[in-house]
Nanobody, 123 residues
Framework: QVQLVESGGGLVQAGGSLRLSCAPS????????MGWFRQAPGKEREFVAA????????YYADSLKGRFTISRDNAKNTVYLQMNSLKPEDTAVYYC????????????????WGQGTQVTVSS
């Protein structure tokens, strides 16, 4: 069974940094674009960032540009989300997802999802 496994979440003080990782188990995700989404309690899942497979073109939620960076290491079959200058409002469960073809900024097109990793930012 294909799974995406996120890691790197935790508790951090405001202004701190975390790096999330996402790696698949059960297969490689060559030719898949990868995305990060987050969902806070009582809110809808929202787009964070996405990256294409081949060209490394990246997309970000406007509100997160400059603080979050998505990257991927295709040799390691891993995608990362570097989060800097974290704020309490960044507190959420963060999910990685895979979509065949081009990146998407909405959840619908994604074919595979991880279980999520909790990020909590204290004030």
């Amino acid at each position: 069974q294909v799974q995406l496994v996120e890691s790197g979440g935790g508790l951090v003080q405001a202004g701190g940094s975390l790096r999330l990782s996402c790696a698949p188990s059960g297969r490689t995700f060559s030719s898949y674009a990868m995305g990060w989404f987050r969902q806070a309690p009582g809110k809808e899942r929202e787009f964070v960032a996405a990256i294409s497979w081949s060209s490394g073109v990246t997309y970000y939620a406007d509100s997160l540009k400059g603080r979050f960076t998505i990257s991927r290491d295709n040799a390691k079959n891993t995608v990362y989300l570097q989060m800097n200058s974290l704020k309490p409002e960044d507190t959420a469960v963060y999910y990685c997802a895979a979509v065949q073809g081009s990146p998407a900024v909405v959840p619908g097109p994604y074919d595979y999802w991880g279980q999520g990793t909790q990020v909590t930012v204290s004030s």
